[in-house]
């Protein structure tokens, strides 16, 4: 079972550059995928970007291409999502998943999700 934390969100200014983080507690984090999902209130989940094992491989979505980032550390079993021009439209909660070996945009493949961080962007 893989457990995942996000950490990183907050209120932001629009144009703001936060972070986000997501440790998993597993030994074998090198044989997941991750992807990073949000959900704005009243919004159906969304996919974001996403990671494969090896980080050889990286989808994102039309709406952050060329502004969000999507990174791995398997040696502290963490993946990153470095969010630069924030806008008010990004607003929602942020959750990280994992899924063995192969990135996906589908959130019903992956298997373990965290709890979720709030990114709140004012204008």
């Known amino acids: 079972q893989v457990q995942l934390v996000e950490s990183g969100g907050g209120l932001v200014q629009a144009g703001g550059s936060p972070r986000l983080s997501c440790a998993a507690s597993?030994?074998?984090?090198?044989?997941?995928?991750m992807g990073w999902f949000r959900q704005a209130p009243g919004n159906e989940r969304e996919f974001v970007a996403a990671?494969?094992?090896?980080?050889?491989?990286?989808k994102y979505a039309d709406s952050v291409k060329g502004r969000f980032t999507i990174s791995r550390d398997n040696a502290k079993n963490t993946v990153y999502l470095q969010m630069n021009s924030l806008k008010p439209e990004d607003t929602a909660v942020y959750y990280c998943?994992?899924?063995?070996?192969?990135?996906?945009?589908?959130?019903?493949?992956?298997?373990?999700w965290g709890q979720g961080t709030q990114v709140t962007v004012s204008s």
């Open positions: 990671i494969n094992w090896t980080g050889g491989r990286i």
């Open positions: 998943a994992a899924r063995y070996w192969a990135a996906a945009s589908s959130s019903d493949e992956y298997t373990n």
């Open positions: 597993v030994r074998t984090f090198s044989s997941y995928a």
